[in-house]
């Protein structure tokens, strides 16, 4: 089992940065891909990046290629979303989300069984 907890969200202007913090909870921590998604209201929970347990291989979706990266610290077993040149398209509501023990990443929501309650990002213009 794994629990997870967002923070680091906040209202930034058009431009800015923010750094999101994951903190896992689970002795399966280090074993596991994690992801970031976000959700806007009224729209479907959207891929936004993905790394595997031992940080070999990331993706990410197109919209924030180049300007978010992905990166994890298992020793604190906490995964981490660095967003840069933040725009307004990019408010919305934060998950990160964990595969099972062994599983590769995947920009699939449906096979992440765990997630976090989300953290809020609003970006002005």
């Known amino acids: 089992q794994v629990q997870l907890v967002e923070s680091g969200g906040g209202l930034v202007q058009a431009g800015g940065s923010l750094r999101l913090s994951c903190a896992a909870s689970?002795?399966?921590?280090?074993?596991?891909?994690m992801g970031w998604f976000r959700q806007t209201p009224g729209q479907e929970r959207e891929f936004v990046a993905s790394?595997?347990?031992?940080?070999?291989?990331?993706s990410y979706a197109d919209s924030v290629k180049g300007r978010f990266t992905i990166s994890r610290d298992n020793a604190k077993n906490t995964v981490y979303l660095q967003m840069n040149s933040l725009k307004p398209e990019d408010t919305a509501v934060y998950f990160c989300?964990?595969?099972?023990?062994?599983?590769?990443?995947?920009?699939?929501?449906?096979?992440?069984?765990?997630w976090g309650q989300g953290t809020q990002v609003t970006v002005s213009s």
């Open positions: 689970g002795r399966t921590f280090s074993a596991s891909a």
């Open positions: 989300a964990a595969r099972r023990f062994g599983s590769s990443s995947s920009s699939s929501l449906n096979v992440y069984p765990y």
């Open positions: 790394v595997t347990w031992n940080s070999e291989s990331t």
